[in-house]
C-alpha cells in the first residue's frame, strides 16, 4: 500500500444506477479495508431496499438532502451530516428536492467499490 492524493475532481468516474461515482480511494488502493467515493446523485433518485453483505456504509453529505431508512428506523440527512449503515442491515434512500446531492460514500470492508467499477459504465478514458 503506497501514499496517494487524488485532487479535487481526480479519480475515475462510473455511471450507476443513476448515480455517477467517482473512486477516491478503492479496496485495491487499501488492500480491502475501505472504499471511498465520491457520488452525486440527481433529484429524484430512489435507492430501493438492499443489503450490503459483510460491509458497512457511510455517507458523509456533502450538498442537497437525502431520505432514508435502515432497518425500522427512518432519517433525514442534510450537507454536514453523517449517516452510518451496518452491514447486513435492509436500508435504502432517495434523493429529496428539487437539486442533486453529492456525498462521500465511504465501505468497508471494500466491496461495493469494486461492484460500481464491475458493473458501471466507465465515463473516463
Given at each position: 500500500?503506497?501514499?496517494?492524493?487524488?485532487?479535487?475532481?481526480?479519480?475515475?468516474?462510473?455511471?450507476?444506477?443513476?448515480?455517477?461515482?467517482?473512486?477516491?480511494?478503492?479496496?485495491?488502493?487499501?488492500?480491502?479495508?475501505v472504499?471511498?467515493?465520491?457520488?452525486?446523485?440527481?433529484?429524484?433518485?430512489?435507492?430501493?431496499?438492499?443489503?450490503?453483505?459483510?460491509?458497512?456504509?457511510?455517507?458523509?453529505?456533502?450538498?442537497?438532502?437525502?431520505?432514508?431508512?435502515?432497518?425500522?428506523?427512518?432519517w433525514?440527512?442534510?450537507?454536514?451530516?453523517?449517516?452510518?449503515?451496518?452491514?447486513?442491515?435492509?436500508?435504502?434512500?432517495?434523493?429529496?428536492?428539487?437539486?442533486?446531492?453529492?456525498?462521500?460514500?465511504?465501505?468497508?470492508?471494500?466491496?461495493?467499490?469494486r461492484?460500481?467499477?464491475?458493473?458501471?459504465?466507465?465515463?473516463?478514458?
Open positions: 500500500m503506497s501514499f496517494f492524493v487524488r485532487p479535487v475532481g481526480e479519480g475515475e468516474r462510473y455511471e450507476f444506477d443513476g448515480t455517477t461515482f467517482t473512486v477516491k480511494a478503492s479496496g485495491a488502493d487499501t488492500e480491502g479495508r472504499g471511498v467515493m465520491e457520488q452525486s446523485a440527481p433529484a429524484g433518485l430512489t435507492v430501493p431496499a438492499h443489503t450490503h453483505e459483510g460491509e458497512d456504509e457511510m455517507f458523509y453529505v456533502l450538498d442537497g438532502e437525502l431520505r432514508g431508512f435502515c432497518g425500522d428506523e427512518r433525514t440527512a442534510s450537507a454536514g451530516a453523517f449517516i452510518f449503515l451496518p452491514r447486513d442491515v435492509v436500508h435504502g434512500f432517495e434523493v429529496v428536492g428539487d437539486h442533486p446531492a453529492r456525498a462521500l460514500t465511504i465501505v468497508g470492508p471494500a466491496r461495493f467499490d461492484l460500481v467499477v464491475e458493473q458501471g459504465r466507465r465515463l473516463d478514458p
